[in-house]
T-cell receptor
Framework: GAVVSQHPSWVICKSGTSVKIECRSL??????MFWYRQFPKQSLMLMAT?????????EQGVEKDKFLINHASLTLSTLTVTSAHPEDSSFYIC??????????????FGPGTRLTVL | AQKITQTQPGMFVQEKEAVTLDCTYD???????LFWYKQPSSGEMIFLIY??????QNATEGRYSLNFQKARKSANLVISASQLGDSAMYFC???????????????FGSGTKLNVKP
């Protein structure tokens, strides 16, 4: 299957600091990338959708100034959690769709990043 | 109304037996795609199988098959010859057609935790 990488796989930071998470599609061009948040034993919650070269579209209730998304190239999107607080601790997972499986628009997911804010 | 409903929070199956995970969906769009993903305890989301709304035959991928009943709006996942490594969370997802605004968006069910017993 397609490969999407995410870095870092886990991060611990102090309250008030910013954390950047990278999502890369390794073997296809990702015209659209998605960022999700997942709480323990729950389903995925879509945070935002980003198309390469344009501003991200945020879901209702997601603060765009707090969760900055950049999709500067067809293989890289970044999520920056600004001024992180303990309530931002969660599992963040990205996905990508693009030049692979155009007819199905399958989303391929990264391995996720576990963020812990102290 | 929920777009995707998975009514089985948890399931047990004996190793080497078949198991069916239920999924029903709700859409008025005639064009849509249905997906199943596996999420092991490591957190990565693994794409398993896809079924398009216009596909005449049920999708199959190795030990995975999708029992697609369009009139009932159900897309159940069947895993044959269960293995211990199949123990994981399984999510059903739907993408609506390109005529729908934000057609990229996936709607996920709440998931089913499958435990395979030796």
């Amino acid at each position: 299957g397609a490969v999407v990488s995410q870095h870092p796989s886990w991060v611990i930071c102090k309250s008030g600091t910013s954390v950047k998470i990278e999502c890369r599609s390794l073997d296809f061009q990702a015209t659209t990338m998605f960022w999700y948040r997942q709480f323990p034993k729950q389903s995925l919650m879509l945070m935002a959708t980003s198309n390469e070269g344009s501003k991200a579209t945020y879901e209702q209730g997601v603060e765009k100034d707090k969760f900055l998304i950049n999709h500067a190239s067809l293989t890289l999107s970044t999520l920056t959690v600004t001024s992180a607080h303990p309530e931002d601790s969660s599992f963040y997972i990205c996905s990508a769709r693009g030049t692979r499986d155009r007819s199905t628009d399958t989303q391929y997911f990264g391995p996720g990043t576990r963020l812990t804010v102290l | 109304a929920q777009k995707i409903t998975q009514t089985q929070p948890g399931m047990f199956v004996q190793e080497k037996e078949a198991v069916t995970l239920d999924c029903t969906y709700d859409t008025s769009d005639p064009s849509y795609g249905l997906f199943w993903y596996k999420q092991p305890s490591s957190g990565e989301m693994i794409f398993l199988i896809y079924q398009g709304s216009y596909d005449q035959q049920n999708a199959t991928e190795g030990r995975y098959s999708l029992n697609f009943q369009k009139a009932r709006k159900s897309a159940n996942l069947v895993i044959s010859a269960s293995q211990l490594g199949d123990s994981a969370m399984y999510f059903c997802a739907m993408r609506e057609g390109r005529r729908v605004y934000n057609f990229n968006k996936f709607y996920f069910g709440s998931g089913t935790k499958l435990n395979v017993k030796p």
